[in-house]
């Protein structure tokens, strides 16, 4: 049986995604990105499923970081969840949203729900958890406590919280976007029609050429290439030198990208495929 590891634990939009996208297969739950990524890479697990990007708060940095400068895993899938984020209490708890003392969640889903949180709980101090799942989690097993934890209704569910208010979040149509990295694509079984293609570069400039970043772009456009994302990331290596991520919605082929790849070394740039593959979007 195939096993697939997700930042957890149960009740995580991570955790949600899987079940939406994967049937009967084995699935883990890590506490963090790193130790999922890590577990694919040592043959642990066969897939792992972690978060990359959200709408409203944009790149999932450490996921990005891990993948380029830790371990080197190929994006194999792309899945994309809608977020309905919630706020979850006790089913004992008896007070009104004046009554809640602290919130609990990830970094990422504080921040979605930042103008909420402001206006709806002046009386909650902000903890920060490594997952949503954690934060439901912790709340379940308070004891008399006035704590909230920002979640999904898995979450609620899997701890038995009752959902005080829906749909918290500031902006509508709010969607994740998960990675899947697997050594074999094989395994890929996921049980939805894919709704299109992309494929990820990592590009390097070189440090003295002006204009590099232009004359990079141009190699797409006149190919007439879409871009769907361009990103910027510290290579670590000093102040002022960055690499690029750069999503082309269309799937690697032997025409156009080997072409693409020339003319930017030409550049003195450096050019490493992070991924070709197929992008489910899940109704949930």
């Not at 009554?99 to 009386?123: M, R, T, V, Y």
């Not at 082309?248 to 593959?277: I, M, N, S, W």
Request: hydrophobic fraction near 40%.
């Amino acid at each position: 049986m195939t096993t697939i590891g997700y930042l957890g634990p149960k009740g995580t939009f991570t955790k949600l995604a899987v079940d939406t996208a994967f049937n009967g297969e084995k699935k883990v739950s890590f506490t963090t990105i790193p130790e999922c990524i890590d577990a694919v890479d040592s043959d642990e697990i066969d897939i792992g499923v972690v978060p990359l990007e959200n709408a409203i708060e944009g790149t999932v940095q450490l996921t990005v970081d891990y993948l380029v400068h830790q371990v080197r895993l190929p994006v194999m899938a792309e899945i994309v969840v809608p977020i309905q984020q919630h706020l979850l209490i006790r089913r004992d708890f008896t007070g009104n949203l004046m009554d809640i003392e602290g919130i609990h969640s990830h970094s990422h889903a504080i921040a979605q729900c930042h103008q909420f949180i402001h206006k709806e709980l002046p009386n909650a101090q902000i903890r920060y958890t490594s997952s949503t799942g954690k934060a439901a989690e912790l709340v379940s097993n308070s004891e008399g406590l006035s704590i909230a934890a920002i979640g999904n209704s898995l979450a609620a569910n899997e701890y038995d919280l009752r959902i005080l208010k829906e749909n918290i979040h500031d902006y509508p149509n709010n969607h994740t976007r998960f990675v899947v990295l697997t050594k074999n694509k094989q395994l890929l079984k996921i049980k939805h029609k894919a709704i299109g293609e992309k494929t990820t570069l990592l590009i390097s400039l070189p440090n003295d050429k002006s204009g590099a970043l232009h004359q990079i772009l141009s190699a797409f456009a006149w190919r007439k290439m879409n871009l769907s994302k361009i990103e910027s990331r510290p290579t670590k290596t000093g102040l002022g030198n960055y690499f690029f991520i750069i999503d082309v919605e269309q799937q690697y082929d032997d025409v156009l990208f080997p072409g693409v790849k020339a003319e930017l070394e030409a550049l003195g740039c450096q050019v490493t495929v992070l991924g070709t593959y197929p992008v489910y979007q899940m109704n949930l």
